[in-house]
């Protein structure tokens, strides 16, 4: 479970704005479905993603039941030096995950 | 003739005016939704929302309310000095109002974020974007759903 699938450009310039993907597979199950006997099926959600560039946080998100199966999420950093942007993911458990990308600024 | 001519004009405007009155209605109907009212409340207190600065953009139709892409932009420099801190996405007919809250940074350089969300039913999502300054702006946008996914969410 939890396959990451990240897509970050290798190369920027400098102050250049930067689109960014990041995806986690997960059911985000809403807590809202029955099963085939008719029982809940516990809610069982990422709720905390975070985005660090160098350290330092470029972008956060809060996730509901809302949030559709596998989320996607894309915005934007401005790049300013080389270094490392990380992906962490929050489950409402605490369980995390996370993995990063190299960017080089030219 | 003219009399007839006359007749047309003013039974369209009867008609025409009706129109914009059903089309007005779901703005009234949203804003009365309690449980979108309460969770706005609990995010950004009684502090007024401004209109504008707040696009969403949805589909007009989504066929399948699993997976509705969503996209929320603000009009903002994003300086270090004048930048949007959240982007707050509400839901009146979701069984809950909270769909998703977004933070950022001067870093961010664009306030835009896509994501996909769970629409059970046709509704106007709303999006409340809080400013550096402390000001609040708010924007929605409706979309059809042809299949719920409030049958199986």
């Given at each position: 479970m939890a396959g990451i699938r990240l897509a970050v450009p290798g190369t920027a310039k400098k102050g250049e704005t930067v689109e960014i993907k990041a995806l986690i597979q997960h059911?985000?199950?809403?807590?809202f479905r029955r099963g085939s006997r008719g029982e809940a099926i516990p809610r069982d959600i990422i709720t905390q993603f975070e985005c660090t560039y160098n350290g330092e946080q470029v972008f956060a998100a809060d996730f509901h039941p809302a949030i559709a199966a596998n989320p996607i999420l894309t915005f934007y950093l401005v790049a300013d030096v080389s270094g490392e942007i990380e992906f962490t993911w929050i489950d409402q458990n605490g369980q995390s995950w996370s993995d990063s990308k190299t960017l080089t600024v030219a | 003739m003219i009399e007839q001519t006359d007749l047309n004009r003013r039974r369209f405007l009867t008609v025409s005016s009706g129109a914009v009155m059903i089309a007005a209605l779901p703005l009234a109907a949203y804003a009365d939704h309690e449980d979108l009212v309460r969770a706005r409340g609990e995010l950004f207190g009684d502090r007024r929302i401004q209109d504008g600065r707040v696009t969403v953009t949805l589909?007009?139709?989504?066929?399948?309310?699993h997976s509705v892409p969503l996209s929320v932009s603000v009009d903002s420099p994003m300086t270090p000095d004048d930048y949007v801190k959240r982007v707050a996405i509400f839901s009146p007919?979701?069984?809950?109002?909270n769909v998703a809250q977004f933070h950022f940074t001067p870093?961010?350089?664009?306030?835009e974020v896509s994501t996909r969300i769970r629409m059970s039913g046709t509704q106007i999502i709303q999006a409340v974007a809080e400013m550096s300054d402390g000001s609040l702006w708010g924007g929605g946008k409706e979309t059809v759903v042809t299949l719920a996914a409030c049958v199986v969410l």
């Open positions: 059911a985000m199950e809403s807590g | 589909p007009p139709i989504a066929e399948n309310g007919r979701n069984p809950l109002p870093r961010s350089g664009k306030a």
